[in-house]
């Protein structure tokens, strides 16, 4: 029985040192890591972005294998990257169309396709572009 106590005792002393300052910082790396990739995503090919992608993943679940959970946390880690990925990629459609909302000043963007919708009615047709930077 004082295995079991000993085994418990260290499990809640591991979980015990800093995990607000831990969940803090692991929160402040993923902001961070989605800020870099948004950086990173408008100049460098897939070919790298998806190894920072992984790494970003293992370095997740290590973070919150710190904070002492084991079962939930390659999930936890899965989702963070998902939602990583997916909010890197509405900044990436936002930066388009802030390009095309400049108004006044040089802009140099390669359209590389054009979608024409079809006109309802009296309603003109709508263009919609597709840029690369």
């Known amino acids: 029985m004082s295995s079991v106590t000993g085994t ?14 831990l969940a803090v910082g692991i929160a402040c790396y993923v902001l961070a890591v989605i800020a870099g990739m948004y950086v990173l995503s408008g100049s460098v090919g897939l070919a790298i972005l998806i190894p ?18 084991r079962e939930s946390s390659l999930a936890a880690a899965l989702f963070i990257v998902a939602a990583s990925v ?26 590389v396709s ?9 309603k ?6 597709t840029l690369e930077h």
């Open 124 to 129: 003109s047709r709508d263009s919609f572009y």
């Open 52 to 69: 920072l992608w992984v790494v970003h993943g293992v370095l997740l679940i290590v973070g919150i294998r710190k904070l002492g959970a």
């Open 86 to 111: 997916m909010s890197v990629g509405v900044a990436d459609i936002a930066r388009d169309d802030l390009t095309l909302q400049q108004r006044g000043e040089r802009v140099v963007a390669t359209v």
């Open 114 to 122: 054009e979608r024409l919708e079809e006109a309802e009615g009296r």
């Open 8 to 21: 418990s005792d260290e499990a809640h002393g591991r979980r015990g040192r800093c995990p607000v300052l």
